[in-house]
Every structure is written in structure tokens, then in C-alpha cells.
């Protein structure tokens, strides 16, 4: 196996070992963009050099016996909403050209905590909404690799790096994940603190990871959990056993709630095809299940929240070059503009009224599988594709996962989202390994 395909499970403990260096590590990645980056276009950012300086200091202090932590010297891409010193953040928009923060936001700080080398700025959408930027889909370069977070997942699953963040505010995570064939994981929304990160909206707003196994989303997930007094989201509380957890067995065989949702007909029929296979499969360990009525309401209520909240922090955009955005960014800036108090705060309601419903089913069952899109990733780059799927973990906060388990009718990846009840990460992702295991095992 070439060093640029080792997992971050895997590497790091060879460079703890010193079996491999993280210079070697990092070079091998950096080889690896330059043989197949031309096409992808992963990064928006990318300073070899940086890359390397940080590689080798981080040798020379594991070589000086000082501690190491659990990313020491392990490679990580960086959605380009994060806030990183040393490199441009510029929010996926020419407004931003040129911008360079001079502080690192929590997370990325959290990162270099951990010895993460910081090895670029991958691409985002335009702020993070829905305009396309330059990334295309490692299997198939005419068809979309999602978005927003479309040059971190395109950049793990062309094995340019093991590790890369992301957000979600729809389903950024976890759509692009799904066309691109990796596994793609967001947490709890206020699990990992967000300062320094562009906001679109405070209570939906979540960053999550793109990896290549569950036991690395783990791994780089733990490291990212904190608390922020500049995050009210987030809380003081005992660090989550992610990977502890996942490397224990269920204690008893996980119940599957099969949810076709109120969307279930925006699915493509190969979609819905291949999930009555996987219900099949599963036998009497999958149920379906059909949710109540206020759940159809779901998808209205994220929008009232989302676009109203990006009508107030994208304000400054939208004032100063609404001729330099994207018309579907500005349609939902002024859809958001028109959002009434009234409407806003039933929203906020309904959203407490549909985690109670949630915590019902979780009562019952362990996960919940859904679509994590409607289908394999779309042709054309002109759309980042369909994130219905994944609005209703993104409204309620539920932690979720997916999963590279199918293959849609071009070849292209398709993907098993799996969520699991609020605060409850570890489980969700223990559950997702068994499932995983179940299907792979049978398949």
C-alpha cells in the first residue's frame, strides 16, 4: 500500500512507532495532488512548502521525545470557511479574494493541538450556500462532487489526504460525501465549537468530517470536540468516547428503522429500488417507519430558519456586491429578507416538537436509515445536487452518518445515511460500524 492510502488510523500510529515519517506522509499526499489534482481541483489553497515545514517540525519533536497527539503528523484539508493563519480563508467568493485572517479559528487550532499538519485550503462553494466552485467528482469528472463541502470530500476520496473538515447547514457534509464515495459524518449540532468558522446559521450550522472509515471519523472527531464561551451552542461536558465506543460490539443487535420521509418521492426509482433491497437484506432487524404529519413540515421550516438567518449574516455580502453573487444565492438572501417573526418562531417550535418525536422513535429503535441524497451524483457542474434528504438530521440537530454502501446506474457512489438520537454520537457511530459490517459481510 502506497503511503498516501494509509488511513489515519493506520499512520498514525507508524509515525508514533517511527516507522514512517510525517515528512514522508505528506510528501507522498502532496505527489499524489500533483498526479491527480489537475483534473479534481480539490484545493483553492495549497503551499507545498508550508506543508512540508510543518512536517518536519513535527518529526524533529517526536524525535526530541515530546508528546504526541492524535493526529501528530497526520495531513488534514480545510474547507475554505475556516479560519487558518498563514493561509488565505476566502469563503468561496471573489468578495473574500485575498482575504488572510490573522488568528486560527477553534477548530483548526484544535487541529494543530492534536499535530495535524494543516495541508490546505479545500474548495467551498460560494459562502457556503449552493454557487458551484471548481471541484468535480473524482469518479467521474463531468458529474458534480456535491457541495458545500466539495473540495474536502473530493480530496479524501481521491486519497490526496486521509483527514478533511467540513460544515453543514443542509446537507453539506453528508451529499457530498455520498457522491463521492467516502464516509462523511456530522455530529450533534454543538458538539464541535464554530468561532472563526463563517456562520450562516447559528442552530443549524455544524461541522462535521470527511474520511475514509468510520474508525478515522472517529479518530479526527474526538479531536475537534470542545467547549467555546464563543459558542453558545456548545457546553461544558465529559469528552465523548467516539472511539472507545466504536471498538466494542453492540451490546445487543441494533433495531433499523427504515424511514422513506415525507420526500421519499423526490428519490430516483434506483434509489428507492436499492433501499427495498437493503431493507430486505437486513430482514427482521429493519422496520419501517412511517412519521407523523408535523414531520412533512420539515423541509419548510429548515428554509424559514436557514434563509432568514443567511438574509442577517450574509448581509454584508448581499449589501456591498449582490452583482458579484450567485442569483441563487441572492434568491435566498431575499426569500430570507421576507421570513415574518411569526413564521420564524414556528419554525423554532416545530423543530422542538419534531426532536420530541425523534426521541419517541429512538425509544423503539437504535438508527434510522433514510437516502443520504436522492441518487448517485448528477452530471453537469453546474448544481451541487439535492440535499432533501438530508434536512431533516440538519433542522433537528441529530448526529448522522453516511455510508458507501450502493452503487447508482452510472457507477457513481450512492450513499446509506444513518442517524442516530441527539448527544449520542458514539453510539451512532458503533451502530453504523455494525450496519456496515452487516451488509458488507452479506453483500
Known amino acids: 500500500m502506497s503511503l498516501h492510502e494509509l488511513s489515519a488510523t493506520d499512520a498514525a500510529p507508524k509515525i508514533r512507532d517511527g516507522e514512517i515519517t510525517s515528512e514522508e506522509l505528506v510528501r507522498a499526499c502532496l505527489d499524489r495532488i500533483d498526479h491527480v489534482d489537475g483534473e479534481i481541483e480539490a484545493w483553492t489553497h495549497l503551499d507545498p512548502d508550508y506543508a512540508m515545514d510543518q512536517a518536519r517540525i513535527r518529526d524533529a519533536h517526536r524525535q526530541a521525545g515530546g508528546a504526541l497527539g492524535p493526529l501528530h503528523g497526520i495531513p488534514v484539508g480545510i474547507k475554505d470557511i475556516f479560519d487558518t493563519k498563514s493561509m488565505p480563508t476566502e469563503n468561496g467568493t471573489v468578495l473574500d479574494s485575498g482575504r488572510q485572517p490573522m488568528e486560527d479559528c477553534k477548530a483548526v487550532s484544535l487541529l494543530r493541538e492534536a499535530g495535524a499538519v494543516i495541508m490546505g485550503k479545500t474548495v467551498t462553494t460560494e459562502l457556503a450556500v449552493n454557487g458551484p466552485g471548481k471541484t468535480r467528482n473524482p469518479h467521474n469528472p463531468e458529474h458534480t462532487p456535491g457541495g458545500s463541502s466539495s473540495g474536502s470530500a473530493a480530496a479524501v476520496a481521491s486519497f490526496m489526504v486521509p483527514l478533511a473538515i467540513g460544515t453543514q447547514t443542509n446537507g453539506s457534509v453528508i451529499r457530498p460525501a455520498s457522491f463521492c464515495g467516502v464516509v462523511g459524518f456530522k455530529p450533534t449540532h454543538g458538539l464541535i465549537p464554530r468561532p472563526g468558522v463563517l456562520a450562516l446559521s447559528g442552530s443549524l450550522d455544524t461541522i462535521g468530517t470527511f474520511t475514509r472509515s468510520i474508525a478515522d471519523a472517529a479518530l479526527l472527531t474526538e479531536t475537534l470536540v470542545a467547549y467555546d464561551p464563543g459558542d453558545p451552542y456548545t457546553r461544558a461536558r465529559a469528552h465523548p468516547s467516539l472511539r472507545e465506543t466504536l471498538a466494542t460490539e453492540p451490546p445487543i443487535t441494533p433495531v433499523v428503522a427504515f424511514a422513506r420521509t415525507a420526500v421519499w418521492d423526490q428519490a ?115 448544481s451541487t445536487g439535492n440535499a432533501v434528504f438530508n434536512t431533516l438530521a440538519s433542522f433537528c440537530g441529530t448526529p448522522s452518518i453516511t455510508l458507501p454502501l450502493m452503487e447508482g446506474p452510472n457507477g457513481l457512489p450512492l450513499g446509506v445515511q444513518v442517524i442516530g438520537p441527539r448527544g449520542d454520537d458514539a453510539r451512532l457511530l458503533r451502530n453504523a460500524n455494525w450496519l456496515l459490517h452487516r451488509v458488507m459481510g452479506q453483500g
Open 268 to 382: 430516483d426509482t434506483e434509489t428507492q429500488q436499492a433501499f427495498g433491497e437493503l431493507a430486505e437484506l437486513l430482514g427482521g432487524d429493519c422496520h419501517d417507519l412511517p412519521l407523523s404529519e408535523p414531520f412533512d413540515h420539515a423541509v419548510k421550516m429548515h428554509r424559514d430558519i436557514m434563509c432568514a438567518d443567511l438574509a442577517k449574516n450574509l448581509a454584508r455580502y448581499y449589501e456591498r456586491g449582490k452583482d458579484k453573487l450567485t442569483d441563487t444565492l441572492c434568491e435566498q438572501i431575499e426569500f430570507g429578507q421576507k421570513v415574518s417573526a411569526v413564521d420564524y418562531n414556528i419554525a423554532v417550535e416545530g423543530r422542538d416538537l419534531l426532536n420530541s418525536g425523534l426521541n419517541l422513535c429512538f425509544d423503539h429503535y437504535d438508527i434510522i436509515i433514510t437516502p443520504a441524497s436522492p441518487g448517485e451524483a448528477p452530471a453537469g457542474l453546474s
